[in-house]
């Protein structure tokens, strides 16, 4: 009897200690949650978004394939442009031999994000660009952009999503009008601050007016991707956020479309 009460007292001993080492091995352990907040800064994706080209039909359709009651499931094909809605454009789009969509190495998709507010500035000016002064300006308040993040710059130019004339603002000769990126801001952003992504609110990083898409040319050629019509940036602070970039793996891609999460701590 006296052997089975020290076994007993020995498993319990054995037992309560097992318990106190695995509880200082859980405090010591990251808290998973430690985002407050998942903001999407994605568009839905549908028939009645802005279009680069302005065209009154959408390039979006959408058709449906299984129907609950005949099939007993639901399921739709659906065809549309590469870069329509919020999307990405991976280096290809712009640059011979440079990485398509499935291409982009995925520890690139998940990185920092910054957001650059110049909704002030761009109010009122459509033809605004972002400026090194812009970045100068943020570096002062913030510190200066950390290196491999994604910068996008909030213009507020997603007021107008939902009127695709609007949004694309063309003038008497058809050419668009909205804030964009000017390549000295876009040639420091990725020289002196590795960024690996620029995104805007907008239909594209180079200003709206712009025949030559100078940005997208240098960005491309230094494996940069764009993220364009991107939704919501007013929600998420200038810096500590981590962005999710989850564009479609579509092979041989120049883009595609993107969920984007911004993880907020």
């Known amino acids: 009897m006296i052997k089975w009460k020290t076994f007993?007292?020995?498993?319990?001993?054995?037992?309560?200690?097992?318990?106190?080492?695995?509880?200082?091995?859980?405090?010591?352990?990251?808290?998973?949650?430690?985002?407050?907040?998942?903001?999407?800064?994605?568009?839905?994706?549908?028939?009645h978004s802005p279009n680069w080209e302005g065209t009154a039909e959408s390039p979006f359709h959408a058709k449906e394939l299984g129907n609950i009651?005949?099939?007993?499931?639901?399921?739709?094909?659906?065809?549309?442009?590469?870069?329509y809605g919020t999307h990405l454009d991976a280096p290809a789009h712009f640059a011979r031999g440079m990485w398509t969509v499935d291409q982009i190495p995925a520890e690139r998709l998940v990185r920092p994000l910054i957001v650059l507010n110049v909704r002030e500035k761009a109010n009122?000016?459509?033809?605004?660009?972002?400026?090194?002064q812009d970045i100068a300006e943020w570096e002062s308040k913030n510190g200066e952009i950390s290196s491999g993040a994604?910068?996008?710059?909030?213009?507020?130019?997603?007021?107008?999503?939902?009127?695709?004339k609007a949004f694309r603002n063309a003038g008497a000769d058809g050419q668009p009008h909205f804030p964009g990126f000017s390549l000295?801001?876009?040639?420091?952003?990725?020289?002196?601050?590795?960024?690996v992504?620029?995104?805007?609110?907008?239909?594209s990083i180079d200003p709206g007016a712009s025949k030559t898409y100078p940005v997208h040319l240098f960005t491309a050629k230094e494996?940069?991707?764009?993220?364009?019509?991107?939704?919501?940036?007013?929600?998420?602070?200038?810096?500590?956020?981590?962005?999710?970039?989850?564009?479609?793996k579509l092979e041989k891609g120049s883009g595609g479309p993107t969920r984007l999460l911004a993880l907020v701590k």
Request: aromatic content about 10%.
């Open 184 to 195: 000295e801001a876009a040639t420091f952003l990725v020289k002196t601050r590795n960024a």
């Open 69 to 83: 009651e005949r099939d007993g499931y639901y399921s739709r094909v659906f065809t549309t442009q590469e870069h």
């Open 150 to 164: 994604v910068v996008m710059a909030y213009t507020g130019w997603e007021d107008r999503w939902n009127s695709p």
């Open 197 to 203: 992504g620029l995104g805007i609110d907008t239909m």
């Open 8 to 47: 007993a007292i020995g498993c319990s001993l054995a037992l309560a200690i097992a318990l106190f080492l695995f509880a200082q091995h859980k405090s010591t352990m990251p808290d998973p949650l430690v985002y407050r907040a998942v903001v999407d800064l994605t568009h839905d994706l549908n028939d």
């Open 124 to 132: 009122g000016h459509p033809d605004y660009e972002i400026s090194v």
């Open 223 to 248: 494996s940069v991707y764009q993220l364009e019509n991107v939704a919501n940036l007013g929600l998420v602070p200038s810096q500590g956020a981590t962005v999710v970039v989850a564009p479609i």
